[in-house]
């Protein structure tokens, strides 16, 4: 089959195109709006940029009566935001924060969940969470697009504290993903979760694997964190 998006018909009961850039991982963003309400929202469209240094983006549609989302609107007035990892554990809180509230409205109330004060940045993270993201805001690039929901807001940030639990970590200090089973959004109305995994190792130099591997230390050869490079 072959169509045009928003052009041609594609023949199907339900649009393809989502379905067909899986799995995304899932930026459950948290912020506080500049009268002091913690926001929390599932964003599909999410992804790191770079490692060094450490930058993170997410995507965001306007509301469907066309309105800029909360997350992005306080990112922007107070210059910070934080990655919450969502887990198959947490998946029914992710779809209720996922749900249209007024500005005033504290998902974390409305999910039950418990908050973790950000370190560095005045924001709440996701208690239960195994791994958040402290972000200062950089930037956002306004995309218009069609209809009420079209238009998107690419948000981007500089990661400058990392959260991770102990007990999310391997004996070989590792993340352990398989144990988290991070979610992921499919298309349509799906999800999935990491159940497996498989390692390659591409040959070339070590600059190129600290690259693959994401390791700023030893992209820049610095120890100044105090870290063993191996």
Known sequence: MFYQPGITAHGLPHDPFKSCVVPRPI???????????????????????????????????????????????????????????????????????AEELPPWEDEFIRTGLLKSPGVIVAASRVAASPVQFECEYMQTVRLPGNGPMGTVDVVFGRVVGVHIADSALTEGGKVDVLKLRPLARMGYFEYTSVESSFEMVIPGSSKLLAGLEGSALKNSGSVADGAMLP
């Open 27 to 97: 930026g459950w963003i948290s912020t506080r709006s500049v009268q002091g309400v913690d926001n929390l929202a599932p964003y599909s469209q999410f992804t790191n940029v770079s490692f060094d240094p450490a930058m993170v983006m997410f995507s965001s549609n306007q509301t469907t009566d066309g309105r800029r989302k909360d997350t992005v609107t306080n990112a922007e007035q107070t210059g910070v935001f934080i990655w919450n990892m969502a887990t198959w554990g947490l998946r029914e809180q992710v779809n209720v924060s």
